[in-house]
């Protein structure tokens, strides 16, 4: 929790004294009163933040379909946008799950089939091994990030547009997300080395609208703690 404490701050340092509002999301298999006490230690701390826990997807619904998790948290968020009008941030904190009968070199098998994209876990899972089955199978983020085309393509490229700041931040010590560097947009190459992101198809192909923010000034990467 720590640590966690630690990259809030880091990420409030960024908002140079702006009072916002600001909505915690808890992670897989959690639930919002494990953010009690984050949300007491930014108030406290700061004194200049309106913050809100968002009461959804408690326990195994955050399980669920990641295009439906993000339904809900909308439908949060539109609930009481009206009450956000100095602007709004999102953290979303992660906790790792473990499946104990698979191991990387598998676990695709499962990920990648109409049984594992009912899960968020195999909706978010990218394997650089295995990207013919990923954009055949996977439900969720091929689409977000405009690998592949549907009808709602323009409409994230418009939404990552409208954003006027996008803080990333990330580590080495995260002990959740590999690589770590997924919270900057970067990625594995098929040798699991890490991609740059001025380097990803992402920005190198504007895919998502992701290079133009960034070579505006509204994508912003900060790196937090030390490699072990």
């Given at each position: 929790?720590?640590?966690i ?9 960024h ?8 909505v915690?999301?808890?992670g ?9 006490s ?15 826990i968002a009461?959804v ?20 968020i ?6 956000w009008k100095?602007?709004?941030?999102i953290?979303?904190e ?31 899972w990218?394997?650089p ?26 409409i994230?490229?418009?939404?990552i ?16 997300i ?7 947009f ?5 040798s699991?080395?890490?991609?740059d ?8 192909h ?12 509204r ?10």
């Amino acid at each position: 929790m720590l640590t966690i404490f630690l990259l809030v701050l880091t990420y409030l340092s960024h908002l140079s004294g702006q009072k916002r509002s600001i909505v915690l999301i808890h992670g897989l298999l959690d639930n919002p009163e494990s953010l009690i006490s984050l949300k007491d230690w930014i108030v406290n701390t700061t004194g200049n933040h309106n913050v809100y826990i968002a009461d959804v997807l408690h326990g195994y619904q955050s399980l669920l379909p990641a295009w439906f998790q993000a339904i809900g948290a909308a439908t949060f968020i539109k609930k009481h946008v009206k009450h956000w009008k100095s602007g709004l941030d999102i953290i979303d904190e992660f906790l790792r799950i473990i499946f104990p009968h698979f191991v990387k070199k598998t676990v695709y098998k499962v990920f990648y089939s109409s049984l594992g994209q009912t899960t968020s876990v195999a909706n978010y899972w990218k394997d650089p091994h295995h990207t013919k089955e990923y954009l055949e199978y996977s439900e969720f983020l091929p689409y977000l990030n405009n690998e592949l085309e549907s009808p709602d393509s323009w409409i994230y490229k418009q939404s990552i547009m409208k954003l006027k700041r996008m803080v990333l931040i990330g580590g080495p010590d995260d002990g959740v997300i590999t690589p770590w560097q997924s919270s900057h947009f970067e990625c594995f190459d098929e040798s699991e080395n890490v991609i740059d992101l001025h380097q990803s198809d992402l920005f190198v192909h504007d895919q998502s609208r992701l290079g133009t923010s960034s070579l505006n000034g509204r994508v912003q990467t900060s790196r937090f703690g030390v490699d072990q």
